[in-house]
Nanobody, 126 residues
């Protein structure tokens, strides 16, 4: 059974950093894309960032480019979302997702992802 378990959310102040973790289990993810999405109150879920498990390809939403990165620890089957210079508008529930597809232009497409985590809340105060 595939499981994606996010952790690391919390309450921080604007300008702070936070690292989310997504521990993946239940299958081999070597050909998968691992994505991060978020959903703010009253808004649709949106793409944040993604990485191919090989680490050779990454993609970012314009709103987080230059502030967020997606490190990966293959040995621990864990993907991270390193968030720096956080802003109040980054407040959302953050989800980890996994999908087996090709093409970096498809990273933002939620339907390409087969597995989803339960989400972790990130709140950024001003």
């Amino acid at each position: 059974q595939v499981q994606l378990v996010e952790s690391g959310g919390g309450l921080v102040q604007a300008g702070d950093s936070l690292r989310l973790s997504c521990a993946a289990s239940g299958r081999t993810f070597s050909s998968y894309v691992m994505g991060w999405f978020r959903q703010a109150p009253g808004k649709e879920r949106e793409f944040v960032a993604a990485i191919r498990w090989s680490g050779l390809s990454r993609g970012y939403a314009d709103s987080v480019k230059d502030r967020f990165t997606v490190p990966i620890d293959n040995a621990k089957n864990t993907v991270f979302l390193q968030m720096n210079s956080l802003k109040p508008e980054d407040t959302a529930v953050y989800y980890c997702a996994a999908g087996n597809f090709a093409g970096s232009t498809l990273y933002p497409r939620q339907r390409k992802y087969d597995y989803w985590g339960q989400g972790t809340q990130v709140t950024v105060s001003s």
